[in-house]
């Protein structure tokens, strides 16, 4: 089945450094979405992505569509504490929805 | 308006009882998910329901069982678990659309099969 490649699995910042992860698949998607997720709660959408190409920000956080269709990367500028968590690549194309393993995010006050 | 909710939070339940997760959307979505999530892992896919109707099931055991009674509710019956099936359970909504069906989580059961 289809797979994603998430990186880094795991990211030791110090607060107020930008932060950098990114997936790659060996098929293309349609959408891209990414997900923050805190222990014990459900995922929470913080981007979603529906054409090629297409940048898009929330507020510190800015995630691009790649043009090949087949990645997608988030950035986060000045990271906070509360950035703590862990981050989830999703792809689909449409149905249904892939998963990256996983980008745990540590901050350093 | 892009809130799931779950109840109950929190579940600890025998072997031998029966018990029923229940989710909740009020954004006029037409499909419905079950998730299961182990720890440190990405939540894995078991049903989906697209107008009520179940569209995918993978291959989960039959002491879970889905229904969707309404197009804003959807149930997970739970019956002779085993301790393997502790994890967190999440429920997921979206449109049915053709290019955006970004899928929106509920905060999730916690259940632990004793």
């Known amino acids: 089945g289809q797979q994603l490649n998430q990186s880094p699995q795991s990211m030791f910042i110090q607060e107020g450094e930008d932060v950098s992860m990114n997936c790659t698949s060996s098929s293309i998607f349609n959408t891209w979405l990414w997900y923050k997720q805190d222990p014990g709660e459900g995922p929470v959408l913080l981007i979603a992505l529906y054409k090629a190409g297409e940048l898009t920000s929330n507020g510190r956080l800015t995630a691009q569509f790649g043009i090949t269709r087949k990645d997608s990367f988030l950035n986060i500028s000045a990271s906070i504490p509360s950035d703590v968590g862990i981050y989830f690549c999703?792809?689909?194309?449409?149905?249904?929805?892939?998963f990256g393993k996983g980008t745990r995010l540590s901050v350093i006050a | 308006d892009t809130e799931v909710t779950q109840t109950p939070k929190h579940l600890v339940m025998g072997m031998t009882n029966k018990k029923s997760l229940k989710c909740e959307q009020h954004m006029g979505h037409r499909a419905m998910y079950w998730y299961k999530q182990k720890a440190k892992k990405p939540p894995e896919l078991m049903f989906v329901y697209s107008y009520e109707k179940l569209s995918i099931n993978e291959s989960v055991p039959s002491r879970f069982s889905p229904e969707c009674p309404n197009s804003s509710l959807l149930n997970l019956h739970l019956h002779a678990l085993q301790p393997e099936d502790s994890a967190l359970y999440l429920c997921?909504?979206?449109?049915?659309?053709?290019?955006?069906?970004?899928?929106?989580f509920g905060p999730g059961t916690r259940l632990l099969v004793l």
């Open positions: 997921a909504s979206s449109q049915l659309t053709s290019h955006q069906e970004t899928q929106y």
């Open positions: 999703a792809g689909q194309l449409p149905t249904p929805l892939v």
